[in-house]
């Protein structure tokens, strides 16, 4: 049961542009949720989250918004450039489990 | 401020044999989480530990074991190699509960 999906394998976008990828939960119980960027042969870096108390939250040229009522999370990235071009993890986890649930990732590529 | 460090970062193994990967969070964190990622599956949680003590397991079978020492360094080991246990396993580390992890960059098992 994948209860954190991420319905883009991929996404390319022009340099400049806006880049919007997307993530749909099932588990109403989340409330904390976060993005990571993976480039090939390294780990997760961890970019933003949010707490589901909020709708919105802003950190330079990334922004997660939440829809709570639609279970439904998305990170924009403005303007976008050719060094976003990785893969992007949402992860949602519920207060007290100590654990991440993550998406099976969206492979961004930002065309110069 | 070092980052979190896995050792070894690659390894081969034989079907059957036993594996023990090393992780050191940062400094002053206390939560060091396991995670194996395999293509299409995004990052699967194994356990968790704090203080030396495991507060969450995920769905893998009893081959796979982790401990904690009193510097919050921490191993995993899966016993009984298969093939289907070759993957990148991620450490990953934090200050607690609701807060971001810093993931290293992984130690990639090869089971042949």
């Known amino acids: 049961d994948q209860q954190v999906k991420q319905n883009s394998p991929s996404l390319s976008v022009q340099e400049g542009r806006i880049s919007i990828l997307n993530c749909d939960y099932t588990?109403?119980?989340?409330?904390?949720f976060l993005w990571y960027k993976k480039y090939p042969a390294e780990g997760p870096t961890f970019l933003i989250s949010?707490?589901?108390?909020?709708d919105k939250n802003e950190d330079g040229r990334f922004t997660v918004f939440l829809n709570k009522s639609a279970k439904h999370l998305s990170l924009h990235i403005v303007p976008s450039q050719p060094g976003d071009s990785a893969v992007y993890f949402c992860?949602?986890?519920?207060?007290?489990?100590?654990?991440?649930?993550f998406g099976t990732g969206t492979r961004l590529k930002v065309l110069a | 401020k070092a980052g979190v460090t896995q050792t070894p970062r690659y390894l081969i193994k034989t079907r059957g044999q036993q594996v023990t990967l090393s992780c050191s969070p940062i400094?002053?964190?206390?939560?060091v989480s396991w995670y194996q990622q395999t293509p299409g599956q995004g990052l699967q949680f194994l356990f968790e530990y704090f203080s030396e003590t495991q507060r969450n397991k995920g769905n893998f079978p009893g081959r796979f074991s982790g401990r904690q020492f009193s510097n919050s360094r921490s191993e995993m080991n899966v016993s009984t190699l298969e093939l289907g246990d070759s993957a990148l396993y991620l450490c990953?580390?934090?200050?607690?509960?609701?807060?971001?992890?810093?993931f290293g960059q992984g130690t990639r098992l090869t089971v042949v």
């Open positions: 588990n109403s119980m989340f409330d904390y």
């Open positions: 400094s002053g964190h206390r939560s």
């Open positions: 949010i707490s589901s108390i909020k």
């Open positions: 992860a949602a986890s519920v207060a007290g489990t100590y654990k991440y649930i």
């Open positions: 990953a580390s934090s200050y607690g509960d609701r807060a971001e992890a810093f």
